[in-house]
């Protein structure tokens, strides 16, 4: 049976998660340069160890009500589409181990309304109490530009 490691996330009360092979650092809010004629969902670019990096607001990408306020969000460096991109979350809770049985594909009645290609799964810890929608950067972000 195999394992996959997850860095899990949150994005208002709602819990989303990231393979952490994509998942390059955590970083804590920092300046951001803002963009002329960017999507909204893009909040600009930061300077990453010399390497100028777009930063999407995972909230605003996903439909997600967002107040502005940046200040004690977190940006997780990731690897979308061979590129290093900052993404926007709340917070940051836990590195998890999941095994393949934990992992459910969304249920059939959420396809015709939800656009269900950028989710891979949802996985299910504490026997079902705490559910963490897994996200496919690739395909989220990678087809919104």
Known sequence: ???????????????????ISKVRE???????????NAPDFVEGVINL??????VINLKKLLG???DGDLSNKKIIIAEVNGEIV?????????VITLTEDQIE???????SRVD?????GIAKINNGERLLIMLDLDKLI????
């Open 1 to 19: 049976m195999g394992e996959i490691q997850v860095v899990a996330f949150r994005l208002g009360d709602e819990e989303f998660c990231l393979e």
């Open 26 to 36: 955590i970083k804590e809010m920092m300046p951001i340069t803002r963009v002329p």
């Open 49 to 54: 160890r010399g390497q100028i990096t777009t």
């Open 64 to 66: 997600y009500y967002d």
């Open 86 to 94: 900052g993404v926007i979350v709340d917070s940051v809770s836990d």
């Open 105 to 111: 594909q969304p249920p059939k009645t959420l396809a």
């Open 116 to 120: 269900m290609k950028a989710i891979k």
């Open 142 to 145: 990678g087809e919104s530009f």
